[in-house]
């Protein structure tokens, strides 16, 4: 299954645009926040009126792609990941999972973008007790100037 996120900056305008493609949500912290925040698009409680929304790349080719606009400022972060960091799995098998991937991340609210990644992986590697062999584990970090 191919998923994808998009995750377009306009600086002009001072927003990010992100559209999904069956990928998890990005997460994001604007400067003066506490935590992180997953950039989820609305739920869709009714698909049975209309074509299917968000699901991964050719599956179904009426598919329409939402779309969220957050806005953004110099100093906030952008956190952008494959499937493969929250599907990591424990030694008993359970994964790796969104709550703890915000947990890391919000533990790390100061650390230096270039020490960030690193905090993440180690984490992984504590958690999985291995090598990541399981899935592809690609992660981005930026920072808004």
Sequence with gaps: MTTAAVVAYYSQ???????????????YRRIADKAWSFAKLPDRKDLSNGPLVNIPLAFDSDTLYGQL??????????FV???????????????FGLAR??????????????ELKSAVLK???????????????TLIVLEIC
């Excluded at 305008?13 to 990005?26: D, Q, R, T």
């Excluded at 606009?69 to 952008?78: M, S, Y």
């Excluded at 999985?128 to 584990?137: F, G, R």
Aim: glycine letters at 6%.
């Design 81 to 95: 990941y494959t499937d493969g960091i929250i599907e990591a799995p424990s030694p008993e098998g359970e994964c």
């Design 13 to 27: 305008e001072s927003v990010v645009k992100v559209s999904y493609a069956g990928h998890p949500p990005i997460l």
């Design 123 to 137: 984490t992984l590697h504590q958690y999985t007790e291995k090598e990541l062999t399981h899935d592809d584990v």
């Design 101 to 114: 991937l915000k947990d890391v991340l919000d533990e790390n609210m100061k650390t230096p973008l270039s």
């Design 69 to 78: 606009t957050i806005p953004i400022a110099p100093g906030d972060r952008l």
